[in-house]
């Protein structure tokens, strides 16, 4: 691991910029000895995989044929794929932040449903419980079987908006 800010790499984290030997070279910079272990003696692209302010990593294309010499395009297009694989990681985070929020809200439904009605106590968490089980007969995979005790979780979630007084009768 190498720290953001320590030598080139670090600085590229920092900056969120590309760079190649070619650059390092130009710009009279020196490569930290665990650098140079990693990147090799060719030459070689640095491109940071950062999304907004997110920084996900640096990937680092090495080991160029000895005669090859990054050229601008090819700079330029790999830092087009790098933003989007940024873009994709970051939406992958996103998702599952939502997904998250959407679980909880579910766990809320159903505790909301479980005070409203005294008298069936434990009955979404039994019913999940049983579905979960019940579904291992089935051979469902492991998806469908979260889906399945989720949705049982909150089976019942209409009686949210009916009286207690009849829910109780």
Same mark, same amino acid.
């Given at each position: 691991?190498? *720290?953001?800010?320590?030598?080139?790499?670090?600085?590229?984290?920092?900056?969120?910029?590309?760079?190649? &030997?070619?650059?390092?070279?130009?710009?009279?910079?020196?490569?930290?000895?665990?650098?140079?272990?990693?990147?090799?003696?060719?030459?070689?692209?640095?491109?940071?995989?950062? =999304? &907004?302010?997110?920084?996900?990593?640096?990937?680092?294309?090495?080991?160029? #044929?000895?005669? @090859?010499?990054?050229?601008?395009?090819?700079?330029?297009?790999?830092?087009?794929?790098? @933003?989007?694989? $940024?873009?994709?990681?970051? %939406?992958?985070?996103? =998702?599952?932040? !939502?997904?998250?929020? =959407?679980?909880? +809200? !579910?766990?809320?439904?159903? $505790? #909301?449903?479980?005070?409203? $009605? *005294?008298? +069936?106590? /434990?009955?979404?968490?039994?019913?999940?419980? =049983?579905? &979960?089980?019940?579904?291992?007969?089935?051979?469902?995979?492991?998806?469908?079987?979260?889906?399945?005790?989720? #949705?049982? /979780?909150? @089976?019942?979630?209409?009686?949210? %908006?009916?009286?207690?007084?009849?829910?109780?009768?």
């Amino acid at each position: 691991r190498i *720290k953001l800010g320590d030598g080139i790499i670090g600085k590229a984290a920092v900056k969120k910029l590309p760079f190649s &030997r070619t650059q390092v070279r130009k710009d009279n910079m020196d490569l930290s000895r665990l650098e140079r272990d990693l990147l090799g003696f060719g030459d070689f692209i640095c491109l940071p995989v950062a =999304y &907004r302010n997110s920084l996900f990593g640096i990937l680092i294309l090495s080991e160029f #044929a000895d005669a @090859h010499l990054v050229k601008d395009d090819e700079m330029r297009i790999l830092s087009i794929l790098s @933003h989007q694989a $940024s873009i994709a990681i970051n %939406t992958s985070i996103m =998702y599952g932040k !939502l997904q998250d929020r =959407y679980l909880a +809200t !579910l766990e809320v439904l159903a $505790s #909301a449903l479980e005070a409203k $009605s *005294k008298n +069936t106590k /434990g009955h979404s968490q039994r019913v999940s419980f =049983y579905c &979960r089980e019940f579904s291992k007969s089935l051979s469902l995979s492991g998806n469908e079987v979260e889906m399945l005790e989720r #949705a049982c /979780g909150v @089976h019942d979630i209409g009686k949210i %908006t009916v009286p207690e007084g009849i829910l109780e009768k």
